[in-house]
């Protein structure tokens, strides 16, 4: 069955540095990835999403993963942190069961921004 | 711009109280759905609707229902709340059984009970 982990509940990064949110996958068959962002208060919004066109997927203000196949990962990546991107990061794998598409969230990472 | 609107962003009910939760979207989709989320646990899946009246269970079904009766317009119910069911609920919509689609969510409802 299809799942995903993310490592780290909270990160913690200055203003302007590089942020790394981690997410590892299990899934039987190719998956369909995506990250989604909560911003405090809010529903979440897609940040980007992997469907097997490129590995290098480039996403919404200035995120990028890249879908790993060797490292069963999915890592969201940030080259120069901003204060506005403090929110919570979730991962998810697109799983069919019984013939619908369902979407499967990790536990969720908090990126706290410090200046 | 699409929109996916929940009735209500705080609730406070008692336990035993029966509650609805509404959830409304525009975008003529025909997958909806109901998450709950609790911190450490990230969203986990209530229900899940695909058509008008057809409704399937997620992984935390117990002690909820749903309502599909117009395409547009998708409800939670608890039959008898209870204080664990205090958390954050999300709607959301996708269209039909596309594996790479995205998911659209209102802004949530948290719920309190007392």
């Known amino acids: 069955a299809q799942s995903v982990t993310q490592l780290g509940s909270h990160v913690s990064v200055s203003e302007g540095a590089l942020v790394l949110l981690r997410c590892n996958y299990s899934?039987?068959?190719?998956?369909?990835l995506f990250w989604y962002v909560q911003y405090p208060n809010q529903g979440l919004q897609l940040l980007l999403k992997?469907?097997?066109?490129?590995?290098l997927v480039k996403g919404i203000n200035g995120f990028e993963a890249e879908f790993k196949k060797s490292e069963t990962s999915f890592h969201l990546t940030k080259p120069s942190a901003h204060m506005s991107d403090a929110a919570e990061y979730f991962c998810?794998?697109?799983?069919?069961?019984?013939?619908?598409?369902?979407?499967?969230f990790g536990t969720g990472t908090r990126l706290l921004v410090s200046p | 711009d699409v929109k996916v609107t929940q009735s209500s962003r705080y609730l406070v009910k008692r336990t035993g109280e029966k509650v609805f939760l509404e959830c409304v979207q525009d975008m003529d989709h025909e997958n909806m759905f109901w998450y709950r989320q609790d911190p450490g646990l990230g969203l986990r899946l209530i229900y899940f609707s695909y058509d008008v009246k057809m409704k399937e269970k997620g992984d935390i079904p117990e002690g909820y229902s749903v309502s599909r009766e117009k395409k547009e317009r998708f409800s939670l119910i608890l039959e008898s709340a209870s204080t664990n069911q205090t958390s954050m609920y999300l709607c959301a919509s996708t269209l039909w059984d596309r594996w790479n689609t995205e998911a659209f969510f209102g802004q949530g409802t948290r719920l309190t009970v007392v």
């Open positions: 998810a794998v697109s799983r069919m069961n019984t013939g619908f598409q369902k979407l499967v």
């Open positions: 899934s039987s068959v190719p998956p369909y």
């Open positions: 992997y469907t097997s066109a490129a590995t």
